[in-house]
């Protein structure tokens, strides 16, 4: 298979991936980037079909996954409400919204619908270029910076952050407005350069898929990028088994991304690289 | 007083949300309203409509509640609904499509059976990988469930067809096979009676049992319950499959209920959907039965709505999405103002 074919497939658990190392590094659990992706999917589609620019899709698709991103962290954050219980509720949200909306719109299948896609040269498109250079830039960012310690410390030890100086809030909100851009990267990938069009649920659990690399890539941009590459070959399968003579039911094919994940997480077990204070609120008061 | 307040806040709250999405979503207000409760209440018809979809919420929510008690975050219930169907269903071929013999009332509680151990089956694998192999419940419960999607897919297009192999669907179980209606014109089933009673149950178990005790003190903390001499990873496991026995048999509650046939879309998120129930009842069994009826009331009555959009359910997971957003953050909000004043 072709390289950049290889990467196309990769792309949204990639892009998903790389975005949620940095929040999990700074300690959250962000359960709720499935929904993100999906509003962007739909946002973007959305604004480039009423505007007829995949630019302004684009920007659209950020913002509506960082809009969410924000709920999420203002209610996680700030509120210190159970991770887990927020991003189940922002993922609902973001299938209702984007379900409602749709078929407001569109009627119940949307068909027809089709929107002109981002331009690529050579099957390398702008988000593509971003996300090879995400790989390097956030290895940086989180390794080599003065900012990057203090993500680092606010997800092992809130606490001694804290004493050092940081605000472990703002620090924890900056890296889910992160998490928001690049889940917004995924969705829009999705709908505006994959599919140039939309589908009620598109994401298809491509965000959770993303949290399984997370852990599986050991936190490390680099490794998670390698294990989104991994769901990316799974996932073409679907489409190239036939070719190959496989006689194997089309369903077993599909799952195939999703048991794939399940399995890595089986191998590497827990392990003793996850962030301390992963998942766990923190609160100034107590 | 500030308890009346309190439970008059979640009436005016929730129908605040309401009126809030409507007019977010430009449907005409009062009529919309009028229509969602002529829907869900309006007649026998509707009390029928409410009850039908209260019941599967209801018992997935119920077994939600026992997971997050026992503080393992179950989000599978999809799945667990969908495998406890797809067993009830491969039983009843062999019991009632493949020439068994046998009395309804030994078959019906024999599938509804089946189904309950397939939803153990399919949680106890997230269990124990997470016993086993610390693999986070919350991510792989999720993942089964798009394996479980799969997997109904397969079976209901190959061995699980029905006998003519024309459509994906399961052969359809006769009507003296299924649970037994209250009248022939109406959809209410003897399923609602069983949701109601497995509600008491569980609240029993829970708050009035050594075993449901022991989960609950694992869930609050770990520490005490390791200082007590407790068995974590057993209490956290049967925790988890006791929630998959209950989301099984929920889809078996439909199956043998409503549906008689397993279909691609044999579950409309009744699996997921037990989580905002279960949260908005306070992860308590007997709240959960106002909130499985609430939500249950909604889905009813936007069919209703068809007229003005073709949004229907959709809708209703955005007012569940943000009902449950507001109630968690107003219980988060209250839990710390004490702190806050102190300081």
């Known amino acids: ?286 | 007083m500030r308890r009346t307040a309190q439970v008059l806040l979640f009436p005016i709250g929730i129908l605040l949300i309401l009126v809030l999405t409507l007019l977010v979503f430009r449907l005409p207000l009062v009529e919309s309203l009028k229509l969602l409760a002529s829907g869900a209440f309006g007649d026998k018809f509707g009390w029928s409509r409410t009850l039908v979809k209260t019941s599967p919420m209801l018992i997935t929510g119920l077994g939600m509640v026992i997971a997050w008690k026992g503080g393992i975050y179950n989000i599978g219930g999809e799945g667990q609904y969908i495998v406890g169907g797809i067993c009830g269903a491969a039983l009843a071929k062999i019991l009632v499509f493949g020439g068994v013999a046998l009395p309804p009332w030994l078959v019906i509680p024999l599938i509804l059976m089946a189904c309950i151990i397939g939803g153990m089956i399919w949680a106890f694998v997230a269990g124990l990988l997470y016993v086993k192999r610390g693999v986070e419940v919350v991510i792989s419960t999720i993942l089964l469930n798009f394996v479980a999607i799969q997997l109904l897919s397969y079976l209901v297009s190959g061995p699980l067809q029905e006998k003519k192999k024309q459509v994906p669907l399961t052969d359809s179980l006769p009507d003296g096979m299924m649970l037994p209606k209250l009248s022939r014109q109406m959809d209410l089933h003897a399923g609602v009676l069983i949701a109601l009673i497995v509600a008491g149950i569980v609240y029993l178990f829970l708050f009035r049992s050594n075993a449901g005790y022991q989960i609950r003190l694992v869930g609050e903390s770990i520490r005490m319950a390791r200082a007590n001499r407790l068995n974590v990873n057993r209490s956290k496991l049967s925790a988890i499959v006791l929630s998959g026995g209950l989301c099984g048999m929920a889809g078996g509650i439909e199956y043998l209920g409503m549906s008689g046939q397993l279909g691609t879309g044999f579950s409309q998120q009744w699996g997921f959907l037990g989580i905002p129930v279960a949260l908005l009842g306070g992860l308590h069994p007997l709240w959960c039965i106002l909130s499985a009826l609430l939500f249950g009331a909604l889905f009813a009555g936007s069919e209703n709505l068809a007229r003005f959009t073709t949004s229907g359910s959709a809708l209703v997971y955005v007012i569940q999405a943000i009902t449950v957003l507001t109630y968690v953050s107003y219980r988060a909000y209250m839990d710390r103002r004490p702190y806050l004043e102190a300081s």
């Open chain 1, 1 to 286: 298979m072709e390289f950049v074919s290889l990467l196309q497939y990769s792309a949204p658990v990639a892009l998903a991936s790389l975005g949620e190392v940095v929040v999990q590094k700074s300690g959250v659990i962000h359960i709720g980037i499935e929904g993100s992706m999906l509003a962007a999917a739909f946002f973007g589609m959305l604004a480039c079909y009423s505007t007829h620019s995949p630019w302004l899709g684009l920007g659209a698709a950020i913002l509506a996954a960082v809009v969410l991103s924000l709920i999420f962290g203002v209610l996680a954050i700030l509120l210190a409400v159970d991770q887990v219980v927020v991003g189940t509720a922002t993922n609902l949200l973001s299938l209702g919204v984007t379900g409602a909306l749709f078929r407001n719109k569109f009627g119940s299948t949307g068909q027809l619908l089709s929107i002109p896609r981002i331009p690529a040269f050579h099957g390398f498109d702008p988000i593509l270029i971003s996300m090879i250079v995400s790989i390097p830039l956030i290895w940086f960012l989180l390794t080599k910076t003065g900012w990057g310690l203090a993500i680092r410390a606010c997800g092992e030890y809130p606490k001694g952050a804290e004493a050092a100086g940081f605000s472990v809030l703002k620090l924890r909100l900056q890296a889910i407005l992160i998490g928001g851009i690049y889940a917004g990267l995924a969705g829009a990938y999705l709908s505006l350069v994959i599919a140039g069009s939309f589908a009620e649920n598109m994401t298809a659990g491509r965000g959770f898929v993303a949290i399984a690399m997370v852990t599986f890539g050991r936190w490390k941009p680099q490794f998670v990028f390698l294990s989104a590459l991994m769901i990316g070959y799974a996932e073409s399968l679907q489409y190239k088994f036939q070719t190959y003579g496989w006689n194997v039911p089309y369903q077993l094919m599909i799952a195939l991304p999703y048991i794939v994940a399940l399995l890595v997480l089986v191998i590497v077990g827990r392990g003793s690289m996850a962030p301390g204070a992963l998942a766990q609120a923190y609160r100034k008061d107590k």
